[in-house]
């Protein structure tokens, strides 16, 4: 059998939840791989999703005087020293190359749809975004995310894994969230809808 490159670098990438320990790989892959091709989701240290409203107004507040990657980065380091940001770095190697936030529905404040909030079926993970270094994409790491988050989750006691895709089955890079047929593709089925957003589930067996 012979493989693409992509292929073969697919299989050296390694998926490792996050700890403290590798807090200093979550930042250097915000700091010089993520977003790096005019992204417009860019520049993010993907905070959002862990805060409430009233810390991303304060957040945003600060981008004027004190730069919006600046700041980002700031109040990153700050919720990854108290354990408030959560999910998975792809490794090729040593190298972060690529970030999954995925964690318990009830740890995204105002992250999480409230049309997906009310139609639970009992402990859920929330898979809310992925970042994938630009060279990296199109191998199948976001696939690979899924596939450990889940392991995961059922090891752990949980129901269901979710993700909240856009109402596409086009390639969009761009689309943090994940696209439908990534869900799809990893058995995940639709639950309900809301305009284009739509939750996706996966219920654990």
């Known amino acids: 059998m012979i493989y693409s490159k992509k292929e073969t670098v697919l299989k050296t990438i390694i998926i490792k939840q996050l700890t403290s320990e590798l807090n200093d790989d979550y930042l250097d892959f915000f700091d010089n791989r993520a977003f790096t091709d005019e992204n417009p989701n860019g520049p993010c240290y993907c905070t959002s999703a862990n805060q409430d409203e009233e810390n991303i ?15 980002l980065r700031k109040y990153a380091v700050e919720m990854l020293n108290k354990n408030k940001i959560n999910g998975y770095l792809a490794y090729d190697g040593e190298l972060a190359i690529g970030w999954c936030n995925a964690a318990d529905i009830e740890s995204y404040a105002g992250f999480v749809p409230e049309f997906a909030r ?3 079926c009992g402990k859920t993970i929330s898979i809310v975004c992925f970042e994938i270094a630009p060279e990296y994409r199109g191998i199948g790491i976001a696939s690979a995310f899924i596939d450990r988050v889940c392991r995961d989750a059922k090891s752990k006691g949980f129901v269901a894994v979710e993700g909240y895709a856009k109402l596409s089955n086009k390639r969009n890079d761009f689309d943090y969230q994940g696209p439908l047929r990534l869900y799809q593709k990893a058995g995940f089925v639709e639950v309900s809808r809301n305009n284009d957003q739509i939750v996706m589930r996966k219920v654990l067996s």
Not at 57 to 71: A, C, L, P, Y
């Open 118 to 120: 009310t139609n639970t």
């Open 57 to 71: 107004k304060q957040m945003v507040s600060e981008f004027k005087e004190n730069g919006v990657k600046e700041t």
